[in-house]
């Protein structure tokens, strides 16, 4: 036998050797197989959480000074602080509301109808916790969320001291509002925008496809199916809010006209002129509003990415047409247009285009405000006189009507045929099919629900806040201004 005979033969039999070794110690072979590469965790982009930074800022900058400013030149002078303090308290307490307890019933999974207590207190949210977006594996500091979200959860109450705006006393606020934002603000938004988010059902859908047996597929299904499950009421139907239209504003419209019947007509209401005492504060506030309202819908896309820059334009040229539709309209109805209807149209389209800015395209935007702007006014105007409810600075009129307007034309303008941008089926990995008919009836239903959740808790909450403390002053402090009689102090002093 020649000396490479001999080399191949000991190799040969070290290699047979080594296999008997590993097939009879599985654990060897085990050991030696190579393990399967680790998903790679996710890195919060620092973009993205600068941006949602200045949008948070930005919706603060909405309620004060903005709405707080718009609301306070629209009253009498004895009832400017009033109103400020209205909205300057409403932020403050929700704020607390919120991380207390409110982020975890709007944000965690519980039911359809209200998310669970798991956290309670911020219960495990620390400096390193992250919180999905719509793009998978693209998250945001989760804490960056929560202040974001906070902002949403503190202005919509503050909209609806316009309507009950220098007759409810202070002491009734300051009960209603934590009652409303826990019984009505909390359980809507968990049911509109709640869900388990891309990642989880991306990482499901996967898991499905990898599946080979039928167990597994089985097994890989239910999964998927519980991923796609774990969501609120409203997104299950299929009905679409990129920024608030249901949760926002026709949640705090309805709650408003609600309240000002239950409250009842200010003192000389219809007898006596009430007009704006400052057009001027009204001005900068509405200003304010647009510009912080960016934030509102751009920030809503939670990245820095194609959908901010969308819903940015569309905040831009929904917001002009709706402001010229309602100052036009006005000028061809009364002789003169009016600042006030310029800036009450402004307010009107950015409503309007608050669920749909995410989802429209710039000219579905633009006839959405034209729209709007026509059709607020006949609120505020005709209908408000026909029936002589005394919503006073007409939230009602411009949030509810102009957030059904909004919400039920997202469902139209969404259509990729319209230059929306289609809805993304997250299972599918792709824009799903649209279908008119499907989309437009979520939409209703998502409509009224927030209408029928929204009125019949607010008449609960404010037959329970007049059991308890009053809802209204007397009418000598009435007459007199609840600038002076709650808070002893007065706007002016000249």
């Known amino acids: 036998m020649t000396s490479k005979k001999v080399i191949g033969a000991g190799l040969a039999g070290l290699a047979a050797l080594a296999i008997a070794v590993l097939l009879s110690d599985p654990t060897i072979a085990q050991t030696a197989a190579p393990a399967a590469p680790a998903a790679p965790e996710i890195v919060v982009n620092k973009g993205d959480n600068a941006w949602m930074m200045t949008s948070t800022v930005l919706v603060l900058l909405m309620t004060i000074p ?15 602080l009033s109103v400020l303090t209205h909205v300057f308290y409403t932020v403050c307490v929700v704020t607390l509301i919120w991380v207390i307890y409110g982020y975890s019933l709007a944000f965690t999974g519980g039911s359809t109808f209200i998310g669970g207590l798991d956290k309670l207190f911020l219960k495990g949210v620390t400096a390193d916790s992250k919180a999905a977006t719509f793009s998978v594996g693209v998250n945001i500091t989760e804490y960056v969320y929560i202040c974001f979200q906070m902002t949403f959860a503190a202005i919509t109450p503050a909209l609806i001291v316009g309507a009950f705006a220098e007759r409810m006393k202070f002491s009734a606020v300051a009960l209603f509002i934590p009652l409303w934002v826990t019984f009505v603000y909390f359980p809507i938004a968990h049911m509109v925008w709640y869900w388990a988010g891309p990642d989880a059902i991306d990482a499901a859908a996967k898991a499905l496809a990898a599946a080979t047996t039928p167990e597994a597929k089985k097994a890989a299904q239910e999964a998927l199916d519980a991923v796609n499950a774990d969501a609120g009421l409203v997104f ?9 239209g249901t949760v926002v504003h026709i949640n705090s419209g309805i709650a408003g006209l609600v309240g000002a019947l239950v409250v009842g007509k200010r003192i000389g209401f219809g007898k006596e002129l009430m007009p704006p005492h400052s057009l001027v504060l009204t001005m900068i506030g509405a200003s304010l509003l647009w510009v912080g309202w960016f934030g509102f819908n751009a920030g809503s896309n939670l990245e820095a990415t194609g959908g901010a820059p969308l819903a940015m334009i569309n905040s831009f040229v929904a917001t002009a047409a709706a402001a010229l539709s309602w100052m036009f309209a006005e000028w061809m109805l009364k002789g003169k247009p009016s600042l006030l209807g310029a800036l009450s149209g402004c307010v009107a389209g950015l409503v309007a285009v608050t669920p749909a800015s995410g989802y429209a395209g710039p000219m579905g935007a633009i006839v959405l405000g034209l729209i709007v702007g026509v059709v607020c006014l006949f609120m505020v105007t005709t209908i408000k006189n026909m029936f002589g409810y005394d919503d006073a600075l007409d939230v009602f009129g411009i949030h509810c009507i102009g957030g059904i307007v909004g919400a039920i034309g997202t469902g139209i303008l969404v259509a990729p045929a319209l230059g929306g941008t289609g809805i993304m089926d997250y299972t599918a990995g792709k824009i799903a099919d649209y279908d008119f008919i499907t989309q437009v009836i979520a939409q209703c239903k998502a409509v009224a629900l927030t209408l029928v959740w929204s009125g019949v808790g607010s008449f609960i909450i404010y037959k329970v806040v007049d059991f308890t403390v009053g809802l209204r002053p007397t009418s000598d402090r009435e007459r007199e201004g609840l600038d002076i009689t709650d808070h002893n102090e007065r706007a002016y002093n000249m």
């Open 66 to 80: 903005g709405l707080a400013l718009f609301y306070a030149g629209l009253v009498r002078p004895k009832n400017t």
């Open 236 to 244: 299950l139907w299929g009905a679409i809010d990129f920024a608030g």
